[in-house]
């Protein structure tokens, strides 16, 4: 629904644009609202959310800033993360998020439910706080 909305498919004629050519902010965005509606943290389904934020936030952080941070350890992620130029409140969140993430997904700990909005909410606030500006964009 979203892919017709901002007229990138199209039914009618089957032209297509890659998904590169969505910007990173507007894909994240998009996948991290889908995450907020499943709730899937709520379901008893915490490990699952988990990896999948972190799959969106680091895919993300990759396509903007130009870096690798799919193939590494959360631990070797946020190394590379408190190396951009955004700020420290984005950074700690986001090694935050990253950290709680493991922990639920390899430590099997069970955190409290607002713990997974509050990683949530700090990654969309990461891709609305660093999405290009204007300038950048066109």
Same mark, same amino acid.
């Given at each position: 629904k979203t892919l017709e909305a901002l007229g990138i498919w199209n039914r009618k004629n089957t032209t297509q644009v890659t998904v590169d050519t969505i910007p990173a902010h507007i894909r994240a965005l998009? +996948?991290?609202r889908e995450l907020k509606e499943?709730? &899937?943290w709520l +379901? /008893?389904?915490a490990k699952t959310f988990q990896v999948e934020l972190? /799959? #969106?936030i680091r @895919?993300? #952080?990759d396509k903007r800033f130009r870096v690798h941070t799919l193939d590494k350890? &959360?631990?070797e992620a946020v190394k590379i993360i408190k190396m951009l130029d955004i700020s420290d409140g984005d950074k700690i969140a986001v090694e935050s998020a990253l950290k709680v993430g493991d922990q639920i997904k390899f430590a099997k700990f069970k955190a409290a439910e607002d713990i997974h909005? +509050?990683?949530l909410n700090a990654c969309i606030d990461l891709v609305n706080n660093t999405k290009p500006s204007k300038? @950048? #964009?066109g």
């Open positions: 998009e +996948k991290l499943r709730q &899937s +379901k /008893g389904d972190s /799959g #969106v @895919e993300y #952080v350890t &959360s631990d909005l +509050k990683s300038d @950048e #964009v």
